[in-house]
């Protein structure tokens, strides 16, 4: 959510200062530029907190401590599972891998002499 914040208040920034400059007739590629480059100057001096807050939140979610994301379905699966698992103690799950099939080979005789 802080970095979510953090973008808000930099388009917030953004998109005046473009209008503006367009609106100045610098054209489209200048007035991208200077309205990037005072936005970024403007972030970087004001909005220190959040932008510590969002580059905290992207570390976190970065650095692999972080808990997977679930849909819906999966955390009602994971319920579903856990449940089964309180009602029925004696089942034990062992989630080894995905099973291969086993082939076997038809034996050949050798032939007599």
Request: charged residues 25%; hydrophobic residues 50%; neutral net charge.
């Amino acid at each position: 959510m802080a970095f979510l914040r953090y973008s808000l208040i930099r388009l917030a920034l953004f998109a005046p200062l473009f209008v503006l400059f367009m609106f100045l007739k610098l054209g489209a590629v200048l007035s991208v530029i200077c309205a990037a480059l005072i936005a970024f100057a403007v972030s970087y001096l004001f909005f220190q907190k959040q932008r510590d807050d969002a580059a905290a939140a992207i570390h976190g979610r970065l650095s692999g401590k972080a808990k997977p994301l679930r849909s819906e379905g999966e955390l009602a699966d994971a319920d579903a599972e856990d449940s089964l698992l309180d009602a029925h103690p004696d089942i034990t799950i062992r989630n080894s891998g995905p099973k291969t099939r086993e082939t076997k080979t038809p034996e050949t005789k050798a032939p007599e002499a």
